[in-house]
């Protein structure tokens, strides 16, 4: 197979919150391994009998990151896959090899093993975090092969799955499955002793940020760490600390104030620099003397905090005007065909004035939180809970490692709002219920990785702690769905599931409602048959039966959630369909299904102002 191509797909640096320049050995520092690679099915999981990292066996070609299910991929194969082979050959230099090379992948779903030259690397489990193989004691100069087996069962019961279907074909809100590489896969070349990653916390009250820096090899040398802040190219802020034991924390004043908000999302720069030496005694100070890596990074700094039935930004409460955004493409499936696509959906969000997303069952990639940062979008970092059974303490085994990864890679992202690792945890098929000893656990672990930042344990139900009381309400009498939420003030609701769970005073959050169904080219014999036939084509309750109604409709809904004294949020569901789902504000390929003008006035309700926002005292010293 020849692997040779004129463009690599997803081309773009794939982790722009921290970033190299050119490599400690010369020349670029990083490689893309997107683009064609050799693949083959393995229907009866026989491929390590057969000893395919060693052999191959590999009969078809795949355009890496998208998966098989996808048209892209050049596969387009949509039944289930229980496993993948992928294998290509990489060129390595002496010099690259000096260092420590670490190959990356975004993502892999399910199971990875990774082996470099017949010689197993690296394992993962996890379909939506990032993970980091080191090589460099399996590489070789000259040609080396890499190959990738991945595993993946959405019907075990025993891994996060999110949105993908458990039957044979997509259905109601289940969609097309993902296998395998999902995501970019590229290689890095740094020094023997680098930076390895780190968290940024900002303090926006006492004007400086925090660094938590993380040292990987040296065997224990001497270094020390320098972090230096920019604004618009301008120093603003400096701090250094010796490395101890791989790690070295930094607290970096700001000599000016520049606060990342919705409409303003001023960042500022970021350099760290690890050299050899003490802090001040010819050390990094030195002119670049004796330096070992440099990362640079971006941050914003802004403060995020709940009161007065509100989450406050910067100090004002900021109702969040949320839209539902599941992460499927047509052509890509989970996969974004693009990074201007990422992008793209932002635009549309924020043309009908939304000012974030519930980034819904799927852990997204992080270029699509850097877009947020730069847009000033807010969003809320979730997991795909969906098909993992956690009826019983083994479903915490499944799951906490996996989203404990998620919330390190995307704690130092501003957009990032608050975490919400689990959606709706309906009992198992056989009627054992949640385990919520496991839900408090994970709230927990969150709370301990990111006390800066509010906590939903599951969207809708059933709550077991929580920072923020949400339901999911999709009633679409605008009248009885206004009177669900008329008594919340004094405490009093209409509670979705009274008997599993109860509101006790938290800001609240209508985090799902509207999804009525709507598509411009249907008859009306498709909107007689909707209940009937919603496998082919569906929204949540009765069809409008014009987009007037639909206008009516999504005025009345939004308007009651806007002008209720108690509500901090809403989330409507959807930006866009997906496959049969089609009750989006636009299609699946992100066209419109709406005229300007009701476009115009869906932006112009979302634009009210809300009754949160009236009644919250404003915070001082943000």
Not at 278 to 291: F, M, N, R, S, Y
């Amino acid at each position: 197979m020849g692997l040779s191509y004129e463009k690599i797909p997803r081309s773009e640096y794939p982790r722009p919150q921290m970033t190299r320049g050119q490599a400690f050995c010369g020349g670029e520092s990083w490689l893309n391994l997107n683009g064609p690679w050799q693949f083959e099915f393995d229907f009866g999981k026989s491929g390590l009998d057969r000893k395919w990292y060693e052999k191959g066996g590999f009969t078809k070609e795949i355009i890496v990151p998208f998966c098989p299910e996808s048209s892209l991929s050049g596969i387009g194969y949509k039944d289930f896959i229980p496993a993948v082979w992928y294998r290509r050959v990489v060129n390595l230099t002496e010099a690259q090899l000096s260092g420590e090379v670490l190959l990356h992948f975004g993502a892999v779903d399910y199971y990875c093993r990774v082996y470099v030259n017949g010689r197993e690397a690296y394992s993962h489990s996890g379909g939506y975090s990032s993970f980091t193989a080191p090589i460099t004691g399996f590489a070789v100069p000259g040609e080396n092969v890499i190959v990738v087996y991945a595993e993946d069962d959405t019907r075990s019961g025993k891994q996060p799955s999110g949105k993908q279907s458990a039957l044979f074909y997509s259905h109601g809100c289940d969609y097309t499955r993902t296998t395998g590489i999902w995501q970019t896969v590229w290689l890095e070349f740094v020094p023997k002793q680098y930076i390895k990653g780190f968290k940024l916390t900002p303090d926006s009250a006492n004007e400086a940020v925090y660094a938590e820096v993380y040292i990987a090899g040296g065997s224990g040398a001497r270094a020390c760490l320098k972090g230096e802040a920019f604004f618009d190219g301008k120093a603003v802020g400096a701090a250094e600390a010796r490395v101890e034991g791989g790690f070295a924390a930094l607290r970096i004043s700001l000599a000016e104030k520049h606060l990342w908000d919705l409409g303003a999302p001023n960042l500022y720069g970021l350099r760290l620099t690890l050299g050899a030496g003490t802090p001040g005694g010819g050390g990094v100070l030195e002119k670049d003397a004796g330096v070992i890596d440099q990362a640079e990074s971006y941050f914003g700094l802004r403060s995020v905090y709940l009161r007065d039935n509100a989450v406050f930004l910067n100090g004002r409460p900021v109702f969040q005007r949320l839209v539902l955004d599941q992460g499927f493409y047509p052509d890509g499936i989970y996969t974004a065909p693009s990074d201007e696509a990422l992008k793209r959906d932002i635009e549309l969000a924020q043309s009908l004035g939304f000012n974030g997303a519930r980034l819904h069952e799927k852990a997204f990639e992080e270029r699509f939180l850097y877009h947020a940062d730069k847009m000033g979008y807010l969003v809320w970092g979730e997991h795909a809970n969906w098909g993992l059974n956690i009826s019983s303490p083994e479903g915490l085994i499944h799951f906490l490692p996996e989203w404990l990864e998620l919330v390190r890679r995307d704690f130092s992202h501003p957009a990032v709002i608050g975490w919400c690792p689990f959606n709706e945890t309906w009992d198992a098929a056989n009627g054992a219920r949640q385990d919520s000893r496991i839900l408090r656990t994970v709230y927990e672990a969150t709370k301990a990785l990111d006390p800066t930042r509010p906590v939903i344990d599951t969207s809708g139900n059933f709550h077991v702690v929580t920072d923020i009381y949400d339901v999911h309400d999709y009633e679409q009498d605008v009248a009885v769905f206004a009177g669900h939420y008329k008594g919340l003030k004094k405490g009093e609701i209409h509670e979705t599931i009274p008997e599993r769970q109860r509101y006790g005073g938290q800001p609240f959050f209508v985090s799902e409602y509207g999804g009525a169904w709507w598509n411009p080219e249907a008859g009306e014999e498709d909107l007689r048959d909707l209940e009937e036939d919603k496998a082919k084509s569906w929204g949540y309750g009765n069809a409008p039966d014009s987009e007037a109604e639909f206008l009516s409709r999504y005025i009345g809904l939004t308007e009651a959630l806007l002008l209720s004294e108690g509500i901090c949020a809403f989330c409507y569901t959807q930006l866009y369909d997906v496959e049969q789902e089609q009750n989006g504000l636009f299609t699946y390929g992100r066209q419109p299904k709406f005229s300007k003008e009701t476009y115009e006035q869906i932006k112009k309700t979302n634009a009210q102002q809300a009754a949160v926002e009236r009644g919250a005292r404003t915070g001082a010293g943000d």
